[in-house]
Nanobody, 121 residues
Framework: QIHIVETGGGSVQIGGSLNLSCVVS????????MAWFRQSPGKQREFVAR???????HYSSIPKRRFTISRDNSKKTVYLQMGSLEPEDTGLYYC???????????????WGQGTQVTVSS
């Protein structure tokens, strides 16, 4: 069974930066396309970015070139570097296997606890 642990969240001021990490076990990590999602207060969980098994990153409209997704297959870890943070980026950030379902990027069945990001003025 897949096990996911996200870390690196915190409280920052507007314009600040955070680096999130996600360690994954119980799955063929090197062969998996991975993604980051977030759930902001009062909203449904939404797709943020994905990275192919070859290391190519793709983003939703959310980051607007402020975020960078990367991975280290030797560490079974996927990262999300976030910069120029805005209050709208506040939320619980999750990583998961990326699945394209009905033309929308979704995660797998099992989710980690997520890591909280709070951006304030």
């Amino acid at each position: 069974q897949i096990h996911i642990v996200e870390t690196g969240g915190g409280s920052v001021q507007i314009g600040g930066s955070l680096n999130l990490s996600c360690v994954v076990s119980g799955v063929d990590f090197g062969g998996a396309e991975m993604a980051w999602f977030r759930q902001s207060p009062g909203k449904q969980r939404e797709f943020v970015a994905r990275i192919t098994k070859f290391g190519s990153g793709h983003y939703s409209s959310i980051p607007k070139r402020r975020f960078t997704i990367s991975r280290d297959n030797s560490k079974k870890t996927v990262y999300l570097q976030m910069g120029s943070l805005e209050p709208e980026d506040t939320g619980l950030y999750y990583c998961n296997i990326a699945r394209l379902i009905n033309w929308r990027w979704e995660g797998g069945e099992y989710w980690g606890q997520g890591t909280q990001v709070t951006v304030s003025s």
